[in-house]
């Protein structure tokens, strides 16, 4: 069974940092792009961050740009998303995704996902 595992998420003040981590379990995901995507309590899964397999490119949205990194090491087959400056407004579960497209932005987008890591950001 194919699995994506989130971890790394907590309760962090503003100005704070986290960095969440995504490994896949049941296959290797070297092929894949990877993105993160995060859900506020009674809104939907908006896009955080995506990265091509080979790492090359990355896309962020407008709201995180310049303050998280999003990279990964296929050798160990996981997936970072290094969260800096964090805002109350960051306050949301995360999830890591996989696609075999090559630059997918939305939801639908993605093959596979986890099961979230919850990042809450007080001020």
């Known amino acids: 069974q194919v699995q994506l595992v989130e971890s790394g998420g907590g309760l962090v003040q503003a100005g704070g940092s986290l960095r969440l981590s995504c490994a896949p379990s049941?296959?290797?995901?070297?092929?894949?792009?990877m993105g993160w995507f995060r859900q506020a309590p009674g809104k939907q899964r908006d896009f955080v961050a995506t990265i091509k397999w080979n790492g090359g490119s990355t896309y962020y949205a407008d709201s995180v740009k310049g303050r998280f990194t999003i990279s990964r090491d296929n050798a160990k087959n996981t997936v970072y998303l290094q969260m800096n400056s964090l805002q109350p407004e960051d306050t949301a579960v995360y999830y890591c995704?996989?696609?075999?497209?090559?630059?997918?932005?939305?939801?639908?987008?993605?093959?596979?996902w986890g099961q979230g890591t919850q990042v809450t950001v007080s001020s």
């Open positions: 049941g296959r290797t995901f070297s092929s894949y792009a």
């Open positions: 995704g996989a696609s075999s497209l090559w630059v997918p932005l939305r939801t639908l987008e993605y093959d596979y």
